[in-house]
């Protein structure tokens, strides 16, 4: 494996070891050694600005190296198994490294995200069920795509760590994943079982912004759900002001009674008109507003 700088410089990883190299007449010269892994060097990545080299390894540790002084400034604990793939996002630099975060798959069959600079696990991600073999961000960090044993492609929120989507497809192990500079585009590779190259469309519309949607559910002491009030596009401190979202559920239940009383007809026909503007997702809401 290798990761090639503007000076024509490259890595190598052997028994422990990460090698950088320079190029001099056709030549390679051996720059320096990374030493402090006790097991062979599986990947590494190199940060935006080429300040740093994160590896991964079959000891199980993640290791962040400052090219600058060729040390170890950080160790990533906490797979139980070989780390078998590693990336960073570009906005983490050696000028900015404050909220940078690196990402590795395992043999463990997990996907954590970790804060750079703190080496804490932010999340640990399960839902493949076999070995992570390859990790990738999109150029702007949002998303994450990760490639296992199991034969799926999975992308996630790089920052809540939620599934957003799986792509399968792949007949064998998937070895590999790389982004288009877009991030529009998703390009998997897998092992001799089946030998494929798989170009993925990951701009999908169901991954355009979400529509945020409170709501309030009422229940009776006997356990039976007496009613279910729902804001549409509610405003921005609904989710942490309880004094506002309790005046913003309050007028939309006013609306609603009122709305009732002009249309003795029926509730139920009348709250699906007045949230047909809403997402598909909402409608099965207005059944339990039915509820006497």
Same mark, same amino acid.
């Given at each position: 494996m290798g990761s090639v700088t503007p000076n024509i410089q490259g890595f190598t990883s052997h028994d422990g070891?990460?090698?950088?190299?320079?190029?001099?007449? @056709?030549?390679?010269?051996?720059?320096?050694?990374?030493?402090?892994?006790?097991?062979?060097?599986?990947?590494?990545?190199?940060?935006?600005?080429?300040?740093y080299v994160v590896s991964a390894s079959e000891d199980g540790n993640?290791?962040?190296?400052?090219?600058?002084?060729?040390?170890?400034?950080?160790?990533?604990?906490?797979?139980?198994?070989?780390?078998?793939?590693?990336?960073?996002?570009?906005?983490?630099?050696?000028?900015?490294?404050m909220g940078g975060r690196v990402a590795s798959g395992s043999a463990d069959n997990t996907v954590r995200i970790w804060d750079a600079i703190y080496a804490t696990c932010l999340k640990t991600i399960r839902g493949h069920t076999n070995v992570v073999n390859a990790v990738a961000f999109t150029p702007d960090g949002t998303l994450l795509a990760s490639?296992?044993?199991?034969?799926?492609?999975?992308?996630?929120?790089?920052?809540?760590?939620?599934?957003?989507?799986?792509? @399968?497809?792949?007949?064998?192990?998937?070895?590999?994943?790389?982004?288009?500079?877009?991030?529009?585009?998703?390009?998997?590779?897998?092992?001799?079982?089946?030998?494929?190259?798989?170009?993925?469309?990951?701009?999908?519309?169901?991954?355009?912004?979400?529509?945020?949607?409170?709501?309030?559910?009422?229940?009776?002491?006997?356990?039976?759900?007496?009613?279910?009030?729902?804001?549409?596009?509610?405003?921005?401190?609904?989710?942490?002001?309880?004094?506002?979202a309790k005046a913003e559920i309050d007028a939309e239940d006013a609306a609603d009674e009122a709305w009732a009383l002009e249309h003795p007809d029926g509730l139920a026909s009348g709250v699906c008109e007045r949230i047909e503007n809403m997402s598909h997702g909402c409608y099965w809401l207005a059944l339990f507003l039915s509820c006497p």
């Open positions: 070891f990460v090698q950088e190299f320079s190029r001099h007449k @056709n030549s390679p010269a051996l720059v320096h050694s990374l030493e402090g892994h006790t097991g062979p060097v599986l990947s590494f990545k190199l940060s935006s600005d080429f300040k993640l290791k962040l190296w400052d090219l600058g002084t060729c040390k170890c400034v950080r160790t990533y604990e906490g797979h139980t198994q070989a780390v078998r793939d590693c990336d960073v996002v570009n906005s983490f630099t050696k000028e900015s490294p490639g296992s044993a199991d034969r799926s492609v999975r992308l996630w929120d790089a920052v809540e760590g939620h599934l957003v989507y799986v792509f @399968n497809g792949h007949s064998a192990a998937v070895v590999s994943c790389a982004f288009s500079p877009t991030g529009k585009y998703l390009l998997t590779s897998s092992n001799f079982g089946e030998r494929k190259i798989k170009l993925w469309y990951t701009d999908m519309p169901h991954m355009a912004e979400l529509q945020k949607v409170g709501f309030r559910v009422i229940w009776e002491t006997t356990g039976v759900m007496r009613r279910i009030t729902v804001k549409y596009e509610p405003k921005d401190g609904f989710f942490t002001d309880t004094h506002a």
